[in-house]
T-cell receptor, first 116, second 121 residues
Framework: AQTVTQSQPEMSVQEAETVTLSCTYDTSESDYYLFWYKQPPSRQMILVIRQEAYKQQNATENRFSVNFQKAAKSFSLKISDSQLGDAAMYFC?????????????FGKGTHLIIQP | AAGVIQSPRHLIKEKRETATLKCYPIPRHDTVYWYQQGPGQDPQFLISFYEKMQSDKGSIPDRFSAQQFSDYHSELNMSSLELGDSALYFC????????????????????FGPGTRLLVL
């Protein structure tokens, strides 16, 4: 069984500052993907960033970057220069890359508040 | 770019009624997934289909069934609805098999539709 844990139910950051959201996971598989999805008040699930477990290089997408520590099973998301539009629920998710159409395992989410 | 389309966007049903949710994946995507998200909860995986065959099964109740059609769209059928079925139902799609040159990095990434909000009264 796979599990994903987000230990921060809520985080708050000043606009233009940097914030880091934590995620730890557990899996017995060696090949997997990790994702961060953003869910704003509209409740649309929006892909933020993706990391393949076999890649040592941390993924980056503009202001979003991850710190992937495979041995520690940690996958944190760093948001730089926070903007009001970043306010949302952020879900960390794990996907086994066994070649089938497996479902994502999500964490409970972190509610990110951006203070102007 | 085209996204995942779900219909209807909102649905109100009475207890014990039946509901059908539809999902149209991103063009060329061969895999469809269904998720259920209750209020204040994370999405829970229900079921997936790859090339019209059921691929993986999560916590889908026996009252629910789903299928993927020849044009890759999928339908989730929900019978004997209960109050607890009130939730946001997401469909997601991905490119799982093969893929075009240059698509490798995007394979198995699930892109979500806007969801169907189901309210059971």
């Amino acid at each position: 069984a796979q599990t994903v844990t987000q230990s921060q139910p809520e985080m708050s950051v000043q606009e233009a500052e940097t914030v880091t959201l934590s995620c730890t996971y557990d899996t017995s598989e060696s090949d997997y993907y990790l994702f961060w999805y953003k869910q704003p008040p509209s409740r649309q699930m929006i892909l933020v960033i993706r990391q393949e477990a076999y890649k040592q290089q941390n993924a980056t997408e503009n202001r979003f970057s991850v710190n992937f520590q495979k041995a520690a099973k940690s996958f944190s998301l760093k948001i730089s220069d926070s903007q009001l539009g970043d306010a949302a629920m952020y879900f960390c998710a794990l996907l086994y890359s066994g070649g089938g159409a497996d479902g994502l395992t999500f964490g409970k989410g972190t509610h990110l508040i951006i203070q102007p | 770019a085209a996204g995942v389309i779900q219909s209807p966007r909102h649905l109100i049903k009475e207890k014990r009624e039946t509901a059908t949710l539809k999902c149209y994946p991103i063009p060329r995507h061969d895999t469809v997934y269904w998720y259920q998200q209750g209020p204040g909860q994370d999405p829970q995986f229900l079921i997936s289909f790859y090339e019209k065959m059921q691929s993986d099964k999560g916590s889908i109740p026996d009252r629910f069934s789903a299928q993927q059609f020849s044009d890759y769209h999928s339908e989730l059928n929900m019978s004997s609805l209960e109050l607890g079925d009130s939730a946001l139902y997401f469909c997601a799609s991905s490119l799982t098999g093969g893929g075009l040159a240059g698509d490798t990095g995007l394979q198995e990434t699930q892109y979500f539709g806007p969801g169907t909000r189901l309210l059971v009264l």
